[in-house]
């Protein structure tokens, strides 16, 4: 196994660069990473129009429509109702003229105010009340649309903005609450929906298919011995709540839509500590390992073996993850994980550090440095 650096890769690992991309900045997911690597990755691994691509932690679809754009076909799942809504709606295919249309009905409407309540302490202390009041509206009215694409179209809209005229603020996986002048929400909707027709209107002659929807990766509905390639990033250990980021997404527009709202499940549950123990020792020496991350990596074991039951002979695997930082330490994710793969059958060539960071405790003592990686293997 290789080991080298890339750190002019560094940024094509985060979601920056798509907040410039049509398509790709209708939502922002600050967990994501670019089109321009999923390009990289296509070209490296040699992936034809055909071929099929798997990502088992889709995100917002980022992996889904570059495939798409490069005519390539394309399967992904996503546990959070955010994330699946986003790609689903980024995916689709739709009709400019009849997005105008509607979208001048929906702006022309006049506010009526409707009827709501929440528990949720978070989604009243982030708005202004005649914010909060705006979003109700408009939700309330884009969910009497008829047509589900076009109405997920204008709903991926509401969301984009309400977040923007929220005083909420993600920083990492903590929501925080900072009052600040916001921008009215009608005036926003109304650019965002222009942006988004506009951006429909590009031609796109591709005939690649594409499938996302819910799914476990230790578990996935995807047929063997079928799948070209896997690009993919899992949750990063001792990182795995930052889903919690998305609570008013789902209060605000998933509450009583018939979607589980799942947490990210990736290494949550630290049970079963000794069996599972057992299972790592078979590959790697556990014994220093707190729970936390014995639960991360046996979980990540049985997502390992899925991908390589899907896998072609042949097929290859491009895996962004992040090394885990513990008061008492680092801990190697990258080089963990390809132990795991090699241990159930892949050949891992490479691992490709992209950035480096200091792992701290009480905010300024150093206990180690970290790295993102990207995990190159092959079946």
Do not use: C, W
């Given at each position: 196994m290789i080991i080298r650096e890339k750190p002019e890769w560094g940024e094509l690992a985060t979601f920056v660069p798509n907040k410039r991309l049509p398509v790709y900045n209708w939502f922002y997911y600050k967990e994501g990473y670019s089109r321009d690597l999923v390009f990289r990755l296509l070209e490296l691994f040699g992936i034809e129009r055909g071929d099929t691509i798997l990502d088992p932690f889709a995100g917002v679809g980022t992996t889904l429509l570059a495939c798409m754009q490069k005519g390539v076909n394309s399967i992904g799942f996503d546990v959070q109702p955010p994330a699946v809504f986003a790609?689903?709606?980024?995916?689709?295919?739709?009709?400019?003229n009849i997005l105008e249309d509607t979208g001048n009905a929906i702006m022309n409407m006049r506010f009526v105010q409707q009827d709501f309540s929440t528990s949720n302490p978070l989604v009243k202390r982030a708005f202004k009340r005649q914010t909060l009041d705006d979003v109700i509206f408009f939700r309330d009215m884009i969910m009497d649309i008829g047509d589900s694409s076009v109405r997920d179209f204008f709903m991926l809209a509401l969301m984009n903005v309400t977040m923007k005229c929220s005083w909420a603020w993600k920083d990492g996986a903590v929501i925080k609450?900072?009052?600040?002048p916001v921008p009215p929400l009608r005036k926003l909707l109304k650019r965002q929906i222009g942006f988004m027709i506009n951006d429909i209107r590009s031609p796109d002659s591709t005939k690649a298919s594409c499938s996302v929807g819910f799914g476990d990766a230790r578990k996935l509905k995807v047929e063997s011995d079928c799948i070209d390639g896997i690009i993919t990033s899992p949750p990063y250990l001792n990182k795995i709540e930052y889903s919690k980021i998305y609570s008013i997404?789902?209060?605000?527009?998933?509450?009583?839509?018939?979607?589980?709202?799942?947490?990210?499940?990736?290494?949550?549950?630290?049970?079963?500590?000794?069996?599972?123990?057992?299972?790592?020792?078979?590959?790697?020496?556990?014994?220093?390992?707190?729970?936390?991350?014995?639960?991360?990596?046996n979980d990540m074991y049985e997502v390992i073996k899925e991908m390589y039951r899907v896998s072609r002979d042949g097929a290859k695997v491009g895996i962004v993850v992040g090394n885990g930082c513990f008061p008492e330490g680092v801990v190697d994710s990258d080089m963990i994980l390809s132990k795991i793969a090699e241990h159930i059958g892949f050949d891992a060539k490479e691992v490709v550090v992209l950035s480096k960071r200091w792992c701290t405790k009480n905010r300024v003592e150093k206990v180690g440095q970290t790295r993102e990686s990207l995990l190159v293997w092959e079946k």
């Open positions: 790609s689903l709606v980024k995916t689709r295919k739709y009709d400019a609450i900072r009052k600040h997404e789902e209060e605000l527009f998933f509450r009583g839509m018939g979607l589980s709202s799942l947490r990210s499940h990736i290494g949550i549950n630290p049970e079963n500590v000794i069996r599972e123990r057992n299972k790592l020792d078979d590959v790697v020496d556990a014994s220093n390992f707190n729970p936390q991350s014995i639960a991360y990596f």
